[in-house]
């Protein structure tokens, strides 16, 4: 399994992954532009590869400081794959500098579907659960720890 920084040909790949998960359906259309051009300006994405099939996917939005999306297909959950993109999107994050002085966030947040699998896995990752959110999702939240 690799993981590598996605392109704008790996979109399709990414949106079929995102249509494919049982849980944390998406609720809205997600369309390839708008992914597009989220990539474009604000976001970057992840992907997973095994040989030559992409089987995740994360993306982080440095304007508001989050994880925007991970999804692994569901065949290979439990390999690890999560949590590599999990950690890449977050490190990403902690690197980008706000504000006159250029410091780092002090916390990074995405939000999930309460009871979900995912919330365990957040959880086990070290985040920490946060406000309940519209539709039965729940913030979590990762606190930087060092300077
Ligand atoms: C949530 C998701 C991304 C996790 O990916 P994954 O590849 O299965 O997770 P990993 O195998 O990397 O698991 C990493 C660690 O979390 C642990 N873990 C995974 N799910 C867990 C759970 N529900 N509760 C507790 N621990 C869990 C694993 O045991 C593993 O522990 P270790 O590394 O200490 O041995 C994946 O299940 C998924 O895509 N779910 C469907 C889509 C979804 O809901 N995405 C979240 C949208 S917000």
């Known amino acids: 399994m690799q993981i590598r920084e996605a392109n704008f040909d790996d979109i399709p790949a990414m949106l079929n992954i995102r249509l494919e998960a049982k849980e944390n359906i998406l609720r809205t259309i997600l369309t390839e532009s708008m992914v597009y051009e989220a990539m474009r300006t604000r976001c970057k994405a992840w992907v997973a590869e095994i040989g030559d099939t992409i089987v995740g996917f994360s993306i982080a939005n440095r304007a ?21 993109l999990l950690e890449i999107a977050a490190n990403w994050l902690w690197q980008q500098r706000y504000g006159l002085l250029r410091r780092p966030p002090k916390k990074i947040w995405l939000e999930t579907k309460q009871g979900s699998r995912a919330e365990g896995f957040y959880q086990h990752m070290g985040w920490q659960r946060g406000e309940s959110r519209p539709h039965d999702e729940v913030r979590y939240w990762l606190i930087r720890t060092s300077i």
């Open 64 to 84: 508001n400081k989050s994880v925007w999306g991970l999804f692994v297909l569901s065949e290979y959950h439990g390999q690890g794959i999560g949590r590599a």
